[in-house]
């Protein structure tokens, strides 16, 4: 029997590609897809469950479902993904609405538990082996069609003290470079202009499979596809190689646009949080990349309140900012979540915890602010995504931008650029801390 199936996907890109490959085993079954969820038969939800902010955003999305459920207008209601992995058994006793969970080692089952909820009387609890659950398969993508994410890795060995993804995802696990190199050829095939390298840590990449970093190499594989923009997301500053560095520097289709959280740069902080990293190889670091690397926009991601980190860390963590001046962060209070080390450390009380957040999100915003007054009078290559009809100017993004997670730019044009088209833009100003311009002649 044929059901029609809603995917709602929350969280992250590696989420995202998990809920796309759901789709394509759902549709590939006989199902139809669909993104609005009134009128299914099921609802599939999934979970982020990073953080327990997260798992609340999930379970408002979950009860808005029951709403819909206890009105007719939907029948059963899936949940999958990292909250249904960490929370298990609570999700069915707390959430009676639930008809049944998929952890993140079960997205393959997605079929079966479908089948399971419509056709039986039981609430199925799927929980398969979170270091062995199959990566790849195919992928009805929920991205515009000028870029697309490409998920090179799966779980995490680097087991940061304050993290619940090893526990979550599973082992590192890197997927075959013959088969991501067949998969971005599709991709590439099918239009997609701005290709997103993605997985919880991408410099790790070949390190399980033979003890090498293979990063470089996959790489210079996907530059000879046709691609326009290779964007990389998210690289461990201690794993990064002098080869990946010259790859980045001498490949133009490899963006000068790097993700490289390094969540503070206290060493006895970092110490404690099993990061690998020290201040000193940080400062080196970004230095050796702004040398090697004309025009480089860094974002990075920051946590305030960490174990450890009183009034002179916190200072000190300031006055790092302002000197490495990284263009774009996103900055985290701290939160103690159940099951990692960091929460039976002692650490800051809450509400100083995001008084400091909230310093150095103003503190960013005036690294923001002079990079966008330094960039002003340049002609940007922009992918423009759209017409903003309140502004009435059209809106994309350059190299400096990612999709999702950093601001747009705002222009002027005559030619009426379609979506998905490049176009050159010179930047003439700001508008509500977005840069803006004009399309050049």
């Known amino acids: 029997m044929s059901y029609k199936v809603a995917f709602i996907s929350l969280g992250c890109a590696k989420n995202q590609v998990n809920c796309e490959q759901m789709m394509a085993l759902v549709q590939a079954a006989g199902h139809e897809v669909q993104t609005d969820p009134a009128g299914a038969d099921v609802a599939v939800v999934n979970t982020c469950g990073f953080l327990v902010s997260a798992c609340g955003e999930a379970i408002e999305h979950i009860l808005e479902l029951a709403a819909l459920k206890a009105s007719g207008e939907l029948e059963k209601i899936l949940v999958t993904g990292c909250m249904a992995q960490r929370y298990k058994a609570d999700v069915l006793e707390e959430l009676p609405e639930i008809d049944g969970i998929l952890g993140t080692g079960s997205y393959g089952e997605?079929?079966?538990?479908?089948?399971?909820?419509?056709?039986?009387?039981?609430?199925?609890?799927?929980?398969?082996?979170?270091?062995?659950?199959?990566?790849?398969?195919?992928?009805?993508?929920s991205t515009p069609p000028w870029y697309a994410y490409l998920r090179i890795a799966e779980g995490c060995d680097n087991h940061c003290?304050?993290?619940?993804?090893?526990?979550?995802?599973?082992?590192?696990?890197?997927?075959?470079?013959?088969?991501?190199?067949?998969?971005?050829?599709?991709?590439?095939?099918?239009?997609?202009?701005?290709?997103?390298?993605?997985?919880?840590?991408?410099?790790?990449?070949?390190?399980?499979?033979?003890?090498?970093?293979?990063?470089?190499?996959?790489?210079?594989?996907?530059?000879?596809?046709?691609?326009?923009?290779?964007?990389?997301?998210?690289?461990?500053?201690?794993?990064?190689?002098?080869?990946?560095?010259?790859?980045?520097?001498?490949?133009?289709?490899?963006?000068?646009?790097?993700?490289?959280?390094?969540?503070?740069?206290?060493?006895?902080?970092?110490?404690?949080?099993?990061?690998?990293?020290?201040?000193?190889?940080?400062?080196?670091?970004?230095?050796?990349l702004r040398e090697k690397i004309p025009g480089l926009v860094l974002r990075t991601s920051l946590i305030t309140g960490l174990p450890g980190e009183g009034e002179a860390e916190f200072e000190e963590l300031c006055n790092f900012l302002r000197e490495v001046k990284i263009e774009r962060a996103g900055v985290f209070p701290f939160s103690?979540?159940?099951?990692?080390?960091?929460?039976?450390?002692?650490h800051v009380d809450e509400e100083e915890t995001r008084r400091r957040a909230e310093m150095l999100v103003d503190m960013q915003s005036d690294v923001i602010d002079a990079y966008n007054e330094s960039i002003l009078g340049e002609e940007r290559e922009v992918l423009c995504e759209g017409f903003d009809a309140q502004a009435q100017m059209y809106y994309g993004r350059s190299y400096a931008e990612s999709p999702d997670i950093d601001g747009r730019i705002y222009f002027e044009s005559a030619a009426d650029p379609k979506p998905g088209e490049f176009v050159t833009v010179r930047l003439t100003g700001v508008m509500d801390g977005e840069a803006k311009g004009e399309q050049a002649e």
Request: with cysteine; charged share 25%; glycine share 6%.
């Open 110 to 141: 997605i079929v079966e538990a479908i089948t399971e909820v419509m056709e039986g009387d039981t609430r199925p609890c799927r929980l398969g082996n979170i270091h062995t659950a199959n990566q790849s398969g195919p992928r009805i993508l």
């Open 336 to 346: 103690p979540e159940d099951g990692t080390r960091a929460a039976q450390m002692e």
């Open 161 to 288: 003290a304050y993290c619940v993804i090893p526990s979550l995802r599973g082992k590192y696990r890197s997927r075959p470079m013959e088969e991501l190199l067949t998969e971005a050829a599709e991709l590439a095939e099918a239009g997609t202009k701005e290709l997103l390298v993605i997985a919880q840590d991408i410099t790790r990449y070949g390190t399980d499979l033979n003890g090498e970093h293979q990063l470089a190499s996959l790489l210079r594989g996907l530059c000879q596809l046709d691609f326009h923009w290779i964007r990389l997301h998210y690289l461990y500053p201690d794993e990064i190689t002098d080869e990946l560095i010259d790859t980045i520097a001498s490949e133009p289709k490899i963006l000068p646009y790097l993700d490289i959280p390094i969540q503070h740069c206290n060493d006895k902080i970092l110490h404690a949080m099993n990061r690998r990293d020290t201040k000193e190889s940080l400062r080196k670091l970004f230095k050796t």
